[in-house]
């Protein structure tokens, strides 16, 4: 089992990406030593002041000395490592081979979970010895920003030690959500999915542009989200308007198993968003620069906001 508190716990980051920084900054803010594992020379030296920028604003950027980047696994001290987090390509062989050095290396203790957001810890881990402790844990970009961590369970996962990593993971200032089943999509992105199943449909039968899409999720329902989830929702609202709306709404929501003709349209142009300058929107650099400000501005919003209801992190040590 994971100690109950992160405070000086080994953690390994495998994977320096965007990714990977922001995880080794989750796991900074809990009072883990951290050790990021990546080739990239640029992505190991400029590590360090990454996770001080982001630690700063949480009065913690002392804690950015605790993180350390190496090459390769060779060089980690494995003897005292409690936890590995896999952040690498979403590429299922390489991680396939990662885990099964990760076995080689470390100690039959050691906690070895996976960022994938699209393979399940079962395929991942496939044949390997000691697979109960093996497990999920999927985080949402930017992961220092975006309070969720998703601990996914496989079929052959010790559930006792998803919930030591669910508290683990709440000493980080994370809040963690159980996911007892790895289907595709595990619990955030299966719900995701759905919604933009019906946005992109709606699009594509042209009920509304992809600008009133965006509006009607964040001014509308999606605005109320920050306060409480579909569920809790309802019994605001009252079950009895959900189940009538429901029965008149379902027959017509999209039930395509195929993605949407205009999201296929973008990608076949080679529009994919952000990284290509242009998506459903145009992404100039500096509109590229500008909008990532904004978007990151108004999640630390968010969190002053839900501070009350956050999991607290311990400051005095």
């Known amino acids: 089992m994971l100690p109950s508190h992160p405070k000086n716990v080994h953690a390994v980051v495998v994977g320096g990406g965007t990714m990977g920084a922001d995880v080794a900054i989750v796991l900074a803010r809990g009072g883990c030593r951290v050790t990021v594992v990546d080739p990239g020379e640029a992505r190991r030296a400029a590590l360090q002041a990454h996770v001080r920028q982001g630690l700063t604003p949480l009065g913690l950027e002392r804690r950015a000395d605790q993180v350390t980047a190496v090459a390769e696994l060779s060089s980690v001290a494995w003897d005292d490592v409690a936890l590995v987090v896999e952040c690498i390509p979403e590429n299922l062989p390489m991680k396939q081979q990662l885990f099964a050095e990760l076995v080689k290396h470390a100690r039959a203790s050691a906690v ?158 080679g529009r994919l968003g952000m990284k290509t300058g242009a998506g459903f929107y145009e992404w100039p650099e500096t509109r590229r620069r500008t909008e990532r400000a904004r978007y990151d501005r108004l999640l630390r919003q968010g969190l002053d906001l839900l501070a009350d209801e956050l999991p607290p992190l311990d400051k005095t040590f």
């Open 112 to 269: 070895l979970a996976s960022n994938s957001s699209s393979f399940p810890i079962s395929a991942i881990v496939q044949g390997l010895d000691s697979r109960q402790r093996m497990l999920g844990l999927h985080f949402f970009m930017p992961a220092h920003l975006v309070p969720l961590v998703e601990v996914v369970c496989g079929p052959d996962s010790n559930l006792a030690l998803a919930d030591s990593l669910s508290a683990f993971m709440r000493g980080c200032g994370s809040v963690p959500v159980l996911v007892r089943k790895d289907k595709p999509g595990f619990l955030a992105n299966r719900l995701q999915h759905a919604l933009a199943r019906e946005a992109f449909a709606m699009i594509d039968e042209g009920i509304a542009t992809p600008e009133d899409v965006d509006a009607a999720v964040r001014f509308g329902f999606g605005f109320r989200y920050l306060a409480a989830g579909p569920v809790l929702q309802r019994d605001h609202a009252g079950l009895d308007v959900h189940r009538a709306a429901a029965a008149s709404m379902y027959p017509s929501l999209s039930s395509t198993t195929v993605p949407a003709k205009v999201l296929q349209t973008h990608v076949d142009a």
